[in-house]
C-alpha cells in the first residue's frame, strides 16, 4: 500500500469514528448520514481530498497527507478550498468555517470563526453534530473569552483574584496551556470553582473536567462546588448546575462539571464499563513517571470535544508520561493547579505560568502559616547497627507478619538505609517516639496539655504499624488516640478516618504513608514528622504543605482545646529529610511490569536495551540495599566482583559519556563516529551483562529476591544523638552567603558579567544571556558548589523579611537579584522577572503621560517583549523568529503592529527592564 493509501485509509477509519459516512465522489449520498466526508470532491481550486458535509450542507475540508509530511503549511492549501467553493454546493456559510489537515497520524484543525484563525493539533475528528452547533453561534468561544465582564472581586484573596485575571487574559490571547502556581492553603480549588462559574456562565463553556489525584481529593473538590456561592446570584453553584462526581463510568450527559480521577478517564477512554473505586485511592506521586505514555483510541461515547476546559490538579511528573495522551485527548484548554511545580511541569504548560503565589509570598500574607523544623538524632538512626552472633533475632514474614526465631552464627551487622525495609528496630523508633513525647510540652509546643494534631510519614505499611503500636504505648493511650491511615487500612473507611482526623478530637495523631501526603485540607494539624526520607523536591513540598493552611481559633479549639492560635507548625525531622539533597528523580525501572525472572532471562537471551538494562540495575540495586551480609558474601563468592560493580557496569552501559569515551579509548580518536560509538556500547554492554550467563548467579539472585522476611532486632538500645530545633541552619546560611561573597570579590574583574555590574551604571549595563550564563556555570562549581536555589534560600534564613520567593521558574536570570542584592544596590531580594515586571508597569505610566498609547494587540506584544527579557535580559530581532512569538505571525507580524517603532522600543525596553 502506498503511503497516501495508507493515511486515507487512517483518515476514512477516524472520521466513521467520529460518526462521518464516508463516501466517493461518483457514489454521492448527502442523505446517507447526518453527516457525510465526501472524497475528491471538486472546487474552484482543485479537488478538496475529503469535503465535510452536515444535513446536506458543506462546512468544511480535510486536507490529507501520507504519514511524515509537515502539515504547518499545509493551511494554505485548505484554505483555498474554503474560500472557492462552486456557488451551486449548498453551504452554511461562506466561506467554509472549517479545516483539517491529516495524515491519520497527525492532526490539525482550525476554525475561521475564531478571532484569530489558527491551526491546532487534535487527537481525531469532531463529530458533525459539534460542527453544526459551532457553525451556528454567533460568538465562537474563542471571542467570547476575549469579552468576559469585569470580575467580581468580594470574597477573593488578593491572591485568588490575580490568578483569574491572568488565567483569562491567557485564554484570551487563546494560549492553549496555562499554568496556576499557589501556595498550598491559598485556595486553588476555590478559585478554580470561581474560574470554572465565569466559563461556564459567561463563556457559555460547555463542559469543564476537573482531574484529581485520588478520589478522596474528588470528593473534597465537589464539596468545594457545592459550597460555592455564586458572587452574582447568590445561589449555590450546585443550584444553578450540575456538577457530576464520577463514582460510575458512565459522564451524565446534563453535567456542566465532572469531577474524576485521571485513573478513572483512562479506563472510560478503553471502554470499560466498571472501575474499581479503590484503584482511585492510590496517588499518583507513588506510580511510576517515567513509563512510556499510555495508548489510547478514540472513543465515539467520548468524543474529543466533550469537554471544552480541563483541569488538573496537583499536577505531577506522572501526569506528563504516563498519563499524557490522556488529558491531550480532548481538543480543550488546559488548566493546571500546583503548589510545586517541576521543570516538567512548566514544560508541559509551555511555560506559561499565568500566577506565580509561593510559600513565602503566602505566609507574607497571612494565606499560609510558616514552619519551624524540630532535629531528633539518633545513633542508630544515622549509623546503622551490629547484632553479635549467638543471640537470637526474630525474622518476620512481611505479607503474613507470621514470626519466627533464629539464633545467628555470625554477626549481623546492617545500615541505616536497611532499618524499616529489611530491618526493624523497636528500640530505634522507640527512641525517636520518646523523645517527641518527652519534648512536646516542655520545648515543641511549650506549656500545652494536649497532643497537637500530628502527621507522620511512616516508610511503608509494615513501618507504619510499628509505629502506631509504640505510640500509644509510649503516650499510654488507646487505639482512637492514634490510627494508621494507608491503603491497606482496614475496618474504618481512609476517608472517614480522615473526616475524623480533620473535624474530631480523635485521633491525636496519624501515621501514613503517602496516602494523605498531598491536597487532603487538615486545617488542625500543628506537626508533620518525617520517619521517612523522601527525595523528590516536588514530593517533599507538597508533604511539608499538609501543616501550611490556616484555621480560625474558634475551629482550631473545637479539636484541640488548649491551642489557642494557629500561627506555625513544627516539622520534626527524625531522619535528616531536611538535610539530604532534593532532585527531580528520574525513576531508573522502565519495566516495571516485566518481572525479575523475567528480565534475568531476558538479559541472558540477548535482550539489552537501554530500558532492560536500566530495569535490571534498578531491581539489582534494590536487592543490594536489603540483602543480608551472609547472602552478600555467598553471592560475591561466585560473582567474584561486588554487587555494586555489577550494578555500574549496567548503567555505563547506557550512559553516553561512558560511551563516547569507550569508543575514545578502543579507537584513539578525540571524536569517534557513530558506527565507532555503537561497537564501543557493544562491548561495554557483553562486559555489563557477561555475569548474568551464568545460570546459577541468576538463580542466586531469584531466591535473594525471594526472601521476604524482615530481621527485626530486639538487642541494640538506641540512643538520642541530637534534639532541637534546628540551631545550625543559620550558621549554614551564613557560610553560604559568605562564600558567595568571596565568589563575587573574587571574579568580579574576571567575569564579564561581573564586570559589567560593578563597572557600569544602570542603563549602561548591557549584559548577555551568554555573560550570566558563564557566571552560573562558574559559581556551581569546586570550590563554591552554588546555585541560585541554595543562596536564595540561605539569605531567606538570614533576612526573611527582604527576601521574596524565588519562584518555581528557577530563572537563570535570577542570579542577576542575587548579585545585586549581595551588592546592596537592592533593599529586597526578589526574582528578577519581578523586578522586570515592576519596571514594565512604570514604564508604560511614563508612557502614557508622555502621551504614547498602545493598542490592544500592541500591549500583548509588549508583554511577550517584556517576559523574554525576564528570561533572557534582553531581545534581539532574531528572537522574534522563535516561539511564543512565532506563534502570532513572527518578525513580519510585530512589523505589521509597531511599523517603524518597533526596533527603537525593544533596544529602549531591553535597557529599561533589564537595567
Not at 201 to 221: C, E, I, P, W, Y
Request: charged fraction near 30%; hydrophobic fraction near 35%; include cysteine.
Amino acid at each position: 500500500m502506498k503511503p497516501e493509501e495508507k493515511a486515507r485509509q487512517q483518515i476514512d477509519q477516524m472520521l466513521e469514528a467520529a460518526g462521518w459516512k464516508v463516501q466517493d465522489y461518483r457514489d454521492i449520498n448527502l442523505g446517507a448520514s447526518f453527516g457525510v466526508a465526501v472524497r475528491e470532491y471538486p472546487v474552484g481550486a482543485g479537488f478538496a481530498d475529503y469535503l465535510l458535509f452536515v444535513d446536506r450542507k458543506a462546512v468544511g475540508v480535510i486536507e490529507a497527507k501520507h504519514e511524515g509530511v509537515t502539515l504547518s503549511g499545509v493551511s494554505e492549501q485548505t484554505q483555498a478550498y474554503l474560500t472557492s467553493m462552486p456557488a451551486a454546493v449548498p453551504t452554511l456559510f461562506r466561506p467554509l468555517p472549517f479545516a483539517y489537515e491529516s495524515s491519520g497520524v497527525e492532526t490539525f484543525f482550525r476554525s475561521e470563526q475564531d478571532p484569530e484563525p489558527r491551526s491546532r493539533r487534535v487527537f481525531g475528528f469532531h463529530r458533525p453534530e459539534t460542527l453544526r452547533s459551532w457553525a451556528k453561534e454567533e460568538s465562537p468561544l474563542r471571542r467570547r473569552l476575549q469579552q468576559m465582564p469585569p470580575l467580581i472581586v468580594k470574597g477573593l484573596r488578593d491572591c485568588q483574584v490575580e490568578a483569574i485575571t491572568n488565567l483569562e487574559v491567557s485564554f484570551a490571547s487563546d494560549h492553549p496551556r496555562s499554568l496556576i502556581q499557589m501556595a498550598t492553603g491559598s485556595g486553588k480549588t476555590f478559585t478554580s470553582v470561581s474560574f470554572a462559574y465565569r466559563l461556564i456562565k459567561h463563556a457559555h463553556a460547555r463542559r469543564v473536567l476537573f482531574l484529581v489525584d485520588r478520589s478522596n481529593l474528588g470528593r473534597q473538590t465537589l464539596k468545594e462546588f457545592q459550597q460555592y456561592v455564586t458572587p452574582d446570584d447568590g445561589r449555590k453553584f450546585t443550584d444553578l448546575y450540575n456538577v457530576q462526581h464520577l463514582t460510575k463510568n458512565t459522564i451524565d450527559p446534563v453535567s456542566r462539571v465532572c469531577i474524576t480521577t485521571i485513573q478513572r478517564l483512562f479506563s472510560m477512554l478503553k471502554g470499560d464499563e466498571v472501575f474499581e473505586e479503590e484503584n482511585e485511592e492510590r496517588s499518583l506521586f507513588d506510580m511510576p513517571g517515567d513509563q512510556q505514555p499510555i495508548p489510547i483510541s478514540y472513543n465515539p461515547k467520548i468524543p474529543i470535544e466533550m469537554f471544552d476546559f480541563v483541569i488538573t490538579d496537583e499536577c505531577h511528573r506522572s501526569i506528563y508520561n504516563l498519563w499524557r495522551q490522556v488529558l491531550e485527548y480532548f481538543d480543550a484548554s488546559l488548566v493546571g493547579l500546583t503548589a510545586t511545580p517541576s521543570k516538567q511541569t512548566i514544560g508541559f504548560f509551555h511555560n506559561n505560568l499565568v500566577m506565580e503565589y509561593s510559600h513565602e509570598r503566602a505566609v507574607a500574607d497571612g494565606v499560609n502559616v510558616g514552619y519551624e523544623v524540630y532535629r531528633i538524632k539518633t545513633k542508630i538512626t544515622d549509623e546503622g547497627s551490629e547484632i553479635e552472633k549467638g543471640f537470637w533475632v526474630g525474622k518476620r514474614d512481611k505479607l503474613s507478619r507470621k514470626e519466627r526465631w533464629e539464633m545467628l552464627d555470625e554477626d549481623f551487622t546492617y545500615t541505616p538505609t536497611q532499618i524499616d525495609r529489611a530491618v526493624v528496630v523497636p528500640d530505634q523508633i522507640r527512641t525517636v517516639i520518646r523523645t517527641l513525647r518527652d519534648a512536646l510540652f516542655t520545648e515543641i509546643f511549650q506549656g500545652r496539655t494536649e497532643v497537637p494534631k500530628t502527621l507522620i510519614f511512616a516508610k511503608d505499611d509494615a513501618h507504619a504499624e510499628e509505629i502506631v503500636h509504640i505510640i500509644r504505648e509510649e503516650f499510654g493511650k488507646g487505639n482512637e488516640f492514634c490510627k494508621k491511615i494507608t491503603y491497606r487500612t482496614t475496618g474504618e473507611k481512609p476517608e472517614n478516618l480522615i473526616k475524623s482526623f480533620c473535624n474530631s478530637y480523635h485521633p491525636r495523631i496519624a501515621v501514613t504513608v503517602d496516602m494523605i501526603a498531598t491536597g487532603t485540607d487538615i486545617k488542625p494539624l500543628e506537626c508533620v514528622m518525617f520517619m521517612r526520607d523522601v527525595r523528590s523536591r516536588t514530593y517533599f513540598d507538597q508533604m511539608k504543605g499538609r501543616g501550611t493552611r490556616t484555621i480560625n481559633d474558634t475551629d482550631l479549639q473545637s479539636v484541640t482545646p488548649d491551642a489557642d492560635h494557629k500561627t506555625h507548625f513544627i516539622l520534626i525531622d527524625a531522619v535528616g529529610v531536611c538535610e539530604s539533597p532534593k532532585l527531580e528523580i528520574r525513576p531508573l525501572e522502565r519495566k516495571r511490569t516485566v518481572s525479575f525472572e523475567k528480565l534475568l532471562q531476558q538479559v541472558a537471551t540477548g535482550i539489552r536495551d537501554d530500558d532492560t538494562l536500566t530495569s535490571l540495575a534498578g531491581r539489582i540495586a534494590r536487592i543490594d540495599r536489603e540483602m543480608t551480609s551472609p547472602d552478600r558474601a555467598d553471592l560475591e563468592k561466585v560473582t567474584k566482583v561486588p554487587i555494586r560493580r555489577i550494578i555500574n557496569q549496567l548503567m555505563d552501559a547506557t550512559d553516553p559519556d561512558i560511551q563516547d569515551q569507550k569508543a575514545r579509548e578502543i579507537f584513539a580518536v578525540a571524536s569517534p563516529t557513530s558506527q565507532q560509538v555503537v561497537e564501543a556500547t557493544e562491548v561495554l554492554t557483553t562486559e555489563a551483562c557477561r555475569t548474568f550467563d551464568d545460570p546459577v548467579i541468576r538463580r542466586m539472585l531469584e531466591d535473594i529476591r525471594r526472601k521476604n522476611e524482615q530481621v527485626i532486632d530486639r538487642v541494640s538500645i538506641d540512643e538520642v544523638v541530637f534534639s532541637g530545633f534546628d540551631i545550625h541552619a543559620k550558621e549554614k546560611a551564613q557560610a553560604v552567603v559568605s562564600t558567595f561573597t568571596t565568589f563575587i570579590e573574587t571574579n568580579k574583574d574576571e567575569l564579564e558579567a561581573l564586570r559589567i555590574l560593578y563597572s557600569q551604571p544602570y542603563g549602561r549595563r548591557h549584559l548577555t544571556y551568554e555573560a550570566i550564563k558563564e557566571l552560573a556555570n562558574r559559581i556551581e562549581q569546586p570550590p563554591y558548589l552554588l546555585s541560585t536555589d541554595i543562596l536564595w534560600k540561605a539569605y531567606a534564613q538570614l533576612e526573611a523579611s527582604k527576601v521574596h520567593g524565588a519562584g518555581p521558574q528557577k530563572l537563570l536570570t535570577n542570579i542577576v537579584s542575587l548579585i545585586r542584592f549581595a551588592m546592596g544596590e537592592e533593599p529586597v531580594l526578589e526574582p528578577f522577572d519581578t523586578h522586570v515586571h515592576d519596571e514594565f508597569r512604570r514604564w508604560i505610566s511614563e508612557q502614557e503621560k508622555l502621551g504614547n498609547t498602545f493598542t490592544h494587540e500592541q500591549c500583548r506584544w509588549l508583554v511577550m517583549i517584556r517576559d523574554h527579557i525576564a528570561a533572557s535580559l534582553s531581545i534581539e530581532m532574531d528572537d522574534l523568529d522563535n516561539h511564543p512569538f512565532s506563534d502570532r505571525g513572527g518578525r513580519m507580524k510585530a512589523w505589521e503592529v509597531f511599523g517603524e517603532r518597533l526596533e527603537p522600543l525593544m533596544i529602549e525596553l531591553s535597557e529599561v527592564l533589564a537595567g
